[in-house]
């Protein structure tokens, strides 16, 4: 019911930033919670950040508080994930997810079981 493509990946130098874009599709966008997570080869998926409906509320993952920022503009449809002073093992394809979930509180959004669309991921390398 509701597509997300990622986009902004590609390879950055140590300590370099970069903006990841989720663009969404189909249904209000502002009616979902909106997460990031990343997938490290030969690693499980890690939650990374999490933003609530209005932008007001969000929650990162330790190895990345400080350093990312998650961010929303639902008139564009589309939310964005700040990454900055990036380290090698921020390597990893992120992808983007969308919730129903009415959680009011976003350190319970770390779960992936509770996304309901997923976007393809966009690779991100980081070269030290």
């Known amino acids: 019911q509701v597509q997300l493509v990622e986009s902004g990946g590609g390879l950055v130098q140590a300590g370099g930033s970069l903006r990841l874009s989720c663009a969404a599709s189909?249904?209000?966008?502002?009616?979902?919670?909106m997460g990031w997570f990343r997938q490290a080869p030969g690693k499980e998926r890690e939650f990374v950040g999490v933003?609530?409906?209005?932008?007001?509320?969000?929650y990162y993952g330790d190895s990345v508080k400080g350093r990312f920022a998650i961010s929303r503009d639902n008139a564009k449809n589309t939310v964005y994930l700040q990454m900055n002073n990036l380290r090698p093992e921020d390597t990893a394809v992120y992808s983007c997810?969308?919730?129903?979930?009415?959680?009011?509180?976003?350190?319970?959004?770390?779960?992936?079981?509770?996304?309901?669309?997923w976007g393809q991921g966009t690779q991100v390398t980081v070269s030290s």
């Open positions: 997810a969308a919730s129903a979930t009415r959680a009011q509180a976003m350190d319970l959004m770390t779960d992936s079981n509770k996304y309901d669309y």
């Open positions: 933003i609530s409906w209005g932008g007001v509320r969000t």
């Open positions: 189909g249904r209000t966008f502002s009616d979902y919670i």
